[in-house]
Each structure stands twice: as structure tokens, then as C-alpha cells.
């Protein structure tokens, strides 16, 4: 049972805010405190927290679509399956990203070398064909 309003810094998206009738001031209550009745802190009158027009979250309206409830589990489960092997995935994906990052500077360093070099091979056979040619 919630026996209390919420002070305006704790209040979030999902709490019921409404004004006293009595004083106007205005009020905070979580959503599961919808229907008690609670002393005002403004004015001490009893207030009634209003039930907000829409108590079901979106979130349940769309679980209800997927029928009945061993049919929503299982679809829970193999979603939870697939998360799982995505986040498996994820970790071993970034962590080739980082062995390839070390690698990369040790590559780049090779490549050129071995761009120089094949410079060089390319020049001898350059020579090597205007040799022949003459
Ligand atoms: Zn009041």
C-alpha cells in the first residue's frame, strides 16, 4: 500500500500527476497508488488519486497479441534464445575488431615494406624485359 506522494524530483513518465481538489496544488502518486485515498500535503483533505484513462501499459497490449500464455513463453524464450546468441556474437565480433586493430598497425608497417619491395622486383623485371628486348 503507498501512503504517500511523491516529491516532484522522484516523479517519472509512468506516475499519476494530478491536482488536489481541494488547494489545486499539485500531486504525484505512483501508478500502483492509482484509487487510495491519501491526506493531501497541501491542505490535509483526504484526496482520492484518480486512475489514470489508460492503466494498461503498450507493452501488455502487445504481449496479449501473441495468444496464449504458453505460446508467450515460448516466443519469450526463444527471444531470450536469440538475444543470448546475439550478445554471444556481439562479444566475439568486437573482439575480433580488437585483435584486428592490434593487427593492423603491425600490418601496415609489413605493407609497406612489402610495397617497396615489390617496387624494387618490379624494376628488375622491367630491366630484365628491355634486356631481352634489345
Ligand atoms: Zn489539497
Redesign the pocket.
Given at each position: 500500500m503507498i501512503e504517500e506522494f511523491k516529491q516532484k524530483k522522484d516523479i517519472t513518465e509512468s506516475d499519476i500527476v494530478f491536482d488536489?481538489p481541494?488547494?489545486s496544488?499539485s500531486l504525484a502518486m505512483d501508478r500502483r497508488g492509482a484509487g487510495s485515498t491519501i491526506d493531501?500535503p497541501?491542505?490535509s483533505?483526504p484526496?482520492r488519486v484518480p486512475t489514470p484513462p489508460d492503466p494498461v501499459p503498450d507493452t501488455y497490449k502487445d504481449l496479449t497479441e501473441y495468444g496464449d500464455m504458453e505460446d508467450l513463453q515460448q516466443s519469450l524464450l526463444s527471444s531470450r534464445e536469440k538475444v543470448d546468441a546475439l550478445t554471444a556474437q556481439i562479444a566475439e565480433l568486437s573482439k575480433k575488431q580488437e585483435d584486428f586493430e592490434a593487427q593492423r598497425d603491425k600490418n601496415s608497417a609489413t605493407i609497406s615494406k612489402l610495397r617497396s619491395e615489390f617496387g624494387s622486383i618490379q624494376d628488375a623485371l622491367d630491366n630484365i624485359y628491355k634486356v631481352l628486348q634489345e
Open positions: 488536489c481541494n488547494c496544488k493531501c497541501g491542505c483533505e484526496v
